[in-house]
């Protein structure tokens, strides 16, 4: 039977209602007939493309009231096409959620596993589990649903007990599954391994896709994505849109995780490592060789990834489209004649660790005053596991007033970083303070100087740049398994110092970095934090957007407690001889970082310290442990 055009119901007054009935509870629907359910008691109202029928809206009963309680089971099956997939995408949604899981009182099960999977036959049906359940408000529903074939079903059920939810709405669509196909060569006997070859007189850029995506991707599976470019070119990859886990967890504590290797093989260098929610991700090889890994082990998988690549020729790797890049002569600027033109520090550039790893950089007739109306703009591109770390070693522009408040009406020096793939700015310096160092948050960083005003008192500015592996970290052994990781062994060294990336300066954005302490066997490790400032607001959770820093008594190990803000005494002391910090940031406002001492003390030196029972608990000590300790572990420092 198939109804076209169906109209509003007036109520689901009782489980006795007809189907004749239940089937007027939406609004308009464009294709809608009864279908086999799952099991003979539920009610199914089914969405097919088989009439042409691309898009349309679906809705909880009585929506915008309040849906009626003991709904036993509604079933909403969409059908599209054998080549498509469905897509929905809730524009409201409102659950009663009476318990912390949702699978008692009022829910939503999401069947996605159409097609051949699960031990009955294809499509989901009675021997279908349900992939996923729902339940809460817009913020508990994904941004979307997507299932694994041409089928996918929802289940309404309702508790005895009625409520002011009013459930929710939507738009379904259906779509070519092919247009998520990677473009690498399968691997023969492989689900999910690709191999992707530069070749002349063929397309020298592409797409590359998780398994299934959009749809979730399976648990248990290990994907590879092998690039080969010619030896004079490089391999730039964009994560379009990466969606592991939810979050901001370390990776190290993630069972799902992408990583990039600059070379052919795991053993290579690490470049990134994704776990939790990424856009806009880019990613430039050393070489002509690139790996990624992705390992799915969580029993919740997530979106997965979409991602695009590009073989570049070496020489034209500036040439990046997505940079914005201006005439590298004078004459959009007015007034300046051949004595700028001359100079070393022409007004637009583009400045490649391909060409020089270090450099200076300086306004327009520096250290002589610049000339007014003057505007440029200066690019770095970075490459590998590189950052772009600016140092200003002189700042002077005119100001137009003693009282500033922003720079927008002065001359001013703008950064900018690229965020979620765009161009943001990260900050604007004016006046004569001189700025504390900045770090980009992956291979790109751009400046723009706007000089309207000039004066004979101001100079302009002179920034020593360099492009860097280190993240401006100057202790411990770098890592080669990680993007950012440093260890610090006891053997090598019994004291020292250890700091954020880019300390005394902004700690970069994006970045993760984790701190390995390894003592002897019968040593703890004791930090002091002489500095603490890390952006964010305690618990420093991901719903405040908090940057951290967090302590760990184990390698692996996903509960701890974390510490952001400004805190003027912070000291940790590990349970055994191991210890790692995890500092992690994200991509919206920033911090100058932490300083710390950190002091191997042998067991014997440790019985007359009052010390945190554990570093999961108690770390920040008060004022008056806090002292005393410190002024302990200062006389154990001198005599060791």
């Keep these: 039977m198939v109804r076209n055009g169906m109209q509003q119901s007036q109520g689901y007054k009782s489980m006795k209602t007809s189907t004749t009935l239940i089937l007027l509870l939406h609004l308009s629907l464009h294709t809608v007939d009864e279908g086999h359910a799952i099991n003979p008691s539920c009610t199914c109202i089914r969405y097919t493309s088989t ?65 051949v999977h699960g031990p009955g036959p294809p499509g989901v049906n009675e021997y279908s589990a349900w992939s996923r359940v729902l339940c809460g408000s817009r913020a508990d529903a994904p941004p979307a ?74 648990s248990n599976v290990r994907c590879t994505y092998h690039f080969s470019a010619r030896h004079n070119e490089r391999i730039k990859l964009v994560f379009e849109e990466s969606f592991l886990q939810k979050g901001d967890e370390s990776c190290l504590n993630r069972a799902d995780i992408i990583k990039v290797f600059d070379g052919r093989t795991s053993t290579a260098p690490v470049l990134a490592m994704l776990c939790n929610e990424a856009v806009g991700y880019e990613i430039l090889s050393t070489g002509p060789d690139l790996l990624v890994q992705f390992t799915a082990n969580s029993d919740l998988p997530g979106q997965g990834f979409k991602a695009r690549y590009q073989f570049q020729m070496e ?31 022409s007004c637009h550039q583009v400045f490649s660790s391909d060409k020089s790893k270090t450099g200076k950089l300086t306004s327009p007739l520096y250290p002589a005053p610049y000339p007014q109306k003057t505007q440029c703009h200066y690019d770095f591109l970075a490459r590998g596991r590189e950052r772009v770390r600016l140092v200003f070693e002189d700042f002077s522009l005119q100001r137009i007033t003693d009282n500033i408040i922003d720079c927008e009406s002065m ?59 280190d993240y401006g970290i100057a202790t411990g052994s770098q890592l080669l398994e990680f993007p950012c990781a440093f260890v610090f062994n006891s053997s090598e060294r019994g004291r020292g110092v250890v700091t954020s990336p880019n300390h005394p300066g902004l700690y970069p954005r994006d970045t993760e970095c984790n701190y390995f302490f390894y003592g002897n066997e019968n040593e703890r490790v004791h930090l002091h934090f002489t500095y603490f400032d890390v952006e964010g607001v305690v ?40 210890l790692r910090i995890t500092f992690k940031s994200n991509d919206r406002l920033d911090a100058t970082g932490f300083k710390a001492n950190y002091l191997f003390l042998r067991d014997s030196e440790m019985h007359s310290i009052t010390m945190p029972n554990s570093i999961d608990r108690g770390t920040s000590c008060n004022i008056s442990t806090s002292l005393l300790l410190l002024c302990l572990c200062e006389v154990l420092w001198n005599f060791r």
């Design 51 to 115: 009439y042409g029928k691309e898009r349309g809206t679906f809705s909880s009963p009585d929506y915008p009231r309040p849906y009626p309680p003991r709904i036993d089971c509604l079933l909403y099956t969409f059908v599209a096409a054998p080549h498509e997939i469905v897509e929905l995408v809730f524009t409201d949604f409102d659950i009663f959620k009476g318990h912390l899981e949702c699978i008692r009182g009022d829910y939503l099960k999401v069947y996605s596993e159409g097609g």
């Design 539 to 578: 618990p420093c959770e991901a719903i405040s957007a908090s940057d951290y820093v967090q302590f760990y008594s184990q390698m692996i190990q996903s509960q701890s407690h974390r510490h952001c803000g400004q805190i003027k005494e912070l000291q940790v002391t590990s349970e055994k001889n191991f």
């Design 315 to 345: 020489d034209d790797s500036n040439a990046d489209g997505d940079i914005n890049k201006k005439s590298s002569t004078t004459e959009a600027i007015s007034g300046l004649g051949p004595a700028v033109s001359a100079a070393t520090s």
């Design 411 to 469: 001359d001013s020096l703008d950064v900018f970083l690229y965020v979620d793939g765009r161009l943001e700015k990260m900050a604007s310096f004016c006046g004569n303070d001189i700025p504390k160092p900045i770090m980009s948050n992956g291979p790109k960083l751009s400046i723009e100087f706007r000089g309207i005003y000039s004066s004979r008192h101001s100079k302009g500015f002179k920034i020593s740049y360099s492009f860097v592996e």
């Design 145 to 218: 649903l997507y299932s694994h074939g041409p089928l996918l079903v929802l289940e309404l059920h309702t508790g005895i007990k009625a409520t002011n939810a009013t459930g929710f709405v939507g738009n379904y669509r259906f779509i070519d599954r092919r247009n998520f196909e990677t473009d690498g060569v399968q691997v023969a006997e492989t689900w999910c391994d690709y191999v992707f070859h530069s070749q002349p007189n063929r397309p020298a850029h592409g797409r590359l896709y998780s398994p299934r995506y959009p749809s979730s991707y399976p």
